[in-house]
């Protein structure tokens, strides 16, 4: 067979290059959004999710997902778990290589708030049950105040370890009724606030006189029978008595003004 070879033309197509930028946000307790750059020349992208940093293993629906955009919401997960993700882009040449992985965890559950215990005239000791969830690394927060509705926050305790189920509370009034909450953080942000606690009263407060010293100087008196131990903050509590004990003279040294009731 003689004669010319016939022309062979066409378009050559090369693969995109992985996207870029792949990140999680609006992040909560059973989901998320993945978000990339848009990629030149792509048709669609594939998405992975996976508890495993090495993709072993996948979470349900998210196993080369199909996606037509650049972002794409993940639901149905667990509170406080670790996630992996990572993302190819697709054109008529095939799938590209995949991006860089970014993980997060989901938002903690809130914690079940308990009953508060072990009150004295100074502390009080909140309580709670830890939330279900994953095994991220989280840790508690737990806020007290004297409004039933947390209208103010009298004090917050941040960094409470994770293996604590329960925070003391101290340098209160006493004779004072107290609410407290709790929230679990870990490094996507906060959980919800528990629900507000009972109502938990410190007790009313007695106080000793040292054997010498001015009876109108705070540091003079002291939880302790013979004046020691914890000194009152002022004379002007609720709820406070006052026992002069072990003494040849009064000592008070001009005009003594006590205020409060009880």
Known sequence: WRGSSPAITGNTITLTSAPANVSIGSISSTGFTVSWDATTGAASYRLDVSTASDFSSFVSGFNNLTVSGTSQAVSSLT??????????????????????????????????????????????????????????????????????????TLSTQSNISSSSTSFQFTGLTPNTTYYFRVRAVNASGNSAWSSISAAIATTSATYYSKSTGFLNDVNTWG????????????????????????????????????????
């Open 223 to 262: 939880t302790n029978t013979d004046g020691s131990g914890s000194s009152p903050a002022n004379f002007s509590a609720n709820g406070a008595s006052y026992n002069i004990r072990n003494r040849t003279a009064a000592n008070l040294n001009g005009d003594w003004t006590v205020s409060g009731s009880g």
């Open 79 to 152: 509170a406080n778990t670790l996630y992996y993700v990572r993302v190819r882009a697709v054109n008529a040449s095939g799938t590209s290589a995949n991006s860089s992985t970014a993980s997060a965890p989901t938002l903690p559950s809130a914690p079940t708030v308990g009953t508060g215990s072990g009150a004295t005239s100074e502390a009080i000791t909140a309580n709670w049950t830890a939330p279900s969830g994953g095994a991220a690394t989280f840790t508690y927060e737990a806020a007290i105040s004297i409004s039933s509705t947390f209208a103010s």
